[in-house]
């Protein structure tokens, strides 16, 4: 990407901001090169074009050197060691989005470490707002935009200490809000949650198994047996939900076919215990995402699955899951290919 950035921030931007704003308001136009040496000496910013990059007769990278004594011969990562105050007043949007909702995050960072997910490495560490800043922000939100539903914005929303206290207490506090809680871990918990909204539809609940044997799950660090996955899905028919979200990931490392076989025992069993909790069929909605290697993630070196192996692991899907109320959405393996490419390429 070094021939279309100028600049990357590496980790997060909310202080860096402000120094890149300062250095932009000094900046006396034209000459870019000025200002792109200047933004070189804050630290965690790095321009690719202030660099060298030499490489090995086997294509490794030999080495990355500074040509201009501005840039630092590392870059070191910017983190908020405190979380920065919510924003309460955003701008509006007068026009119908999707997501037409306030949001505020209540934790960043994720301590689950799932070892494809590249969000529970680079937000580390986990920081949280306390509760009463998170009541409080989301009495401003209210006042300041009108909104009636705010979601609970985190990598993992019910990892968040004493999430059911925060969720009683707002809806004690705000009698009309409806909130969302997206990223739910999969267990009873989660489902009791989601039940003590006072203004919950039932419509559907989404959960993010990734892979479908336990074998799998294990190899990914996504520890749910299926016990579990099922007695969840119990949990749920009983307290009245008839539909599902499921995210499954393909071409992960060590994937056999019948771990994809094991997609479509266990979105049987799901829907056999539906019918005898329920009397009907769930509808259940289950998107395939591939599986792309992640810089600093444990999985950096695998190699992906080629676009013809998802594509035989797609039709298995496709003919194994043909059934009444399961519909079924996929990433284009092009694409997927594009994304590992964009992941892990050089300046190549
Ligand atoms: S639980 Fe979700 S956010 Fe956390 S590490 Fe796993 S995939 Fe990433």
């Known amino acids: 990407m070094a021939d279309f950035i100028d600049f990357f921030v590496i980790g997060e931007g909310e202080e860096v901001l402000l120094e890149l704003l ?43 050197t500074p040509t201009v004594p501005e840039a630092s011969p590392t870059i070191q990562r910017r983190i908020v ?38 969000a529970g490495i680079i937000y ?13 922000a989301i009495g401003e939100i209210i006042a300041n935009c009108g909104y009636s539903e705010v979601s609970l914005v985190s990598l993992s929303t019910s990892d968040y200490p004493h999430i059911d206290e925060l969720v009683a207490s707002l809806s004690h506090r705000y ?10 871990y999969i267990d009873s918990f989660s ?23 336990g074998r799998l799950r294990r190899i990914i660090n996504k520890n749910i047996s299926e016990e579990e996955l099922l007695k969840t899905a119990a949990a749920a028919f009983e307290r009245g939900w008839t539909g599902f979200k ?18 479509i025992s266990l979105v049987d069993e799901v829907r056999a215990l539906c019918r005898r909790a329920k009397g009907r069929t769930p509808q259940i909605r289950i998107t395939l995402a591939t599986f792309v290697p992640k810089p600093h993630t444990p999985f950096q070196w695998v190699a992906q699955e080629s676009e013809q192996g998802l594509s035989a692991k797609h039709e298995l899907l496709k003919q194994g899951l043909r059934r009444k109320g399961i519909r079924l959405s996929w990433q284009d393996p092009k694409v997927s290919l594009l994304e590992a490419a964009l992941s892990r390429g050089d300046r190549r």
């Open 22 to 64: 300062d250095s932009f308001r000094n900046w006396k136009r034209p000459g870019k090169e000025e200002l792109l040496r200047q933004v070189a000496t804050i630290p965690g910013v790095y321009v690719p074009s202030l660099y060298q990059v030499e490489y090995q007769a086997d294509g490794l990278v030999k080495s990355i």
């Open 81 to 118: 060691t405190k979380l920065p105050p919510p924003v309460t007043k955003p701008v509006v949007p007068y026009i119908e989005v999707v997501h037409d909702r306030g949001a505020i995050e209540i934790q960043r960072g994720c301590s689950r470490g799932c070892r494809f997910c590249q």
């Open 124 to 136: 580390r560490p986990v920081r949280e707002r306390s509760q009463p800043e998170v009541v409080q």
């Open 175 to 184: 009698h009309n809000l409806a909130l969302s809680l997206p990223s739910l």
């Open 191 to 213: 489902v009791e949650l989601m039940d003590s909204l006072p203004s919950h539809k039932k419509t559907g609940l989404t959960f993010a198994p990734e892979a479908g044997s």
């Open 246 to 263: 499921l995210y499954f990931m393909l071409g992960l490392p060590a994937e056999t076919m019948d771990d994809i076989e094991g997609i």
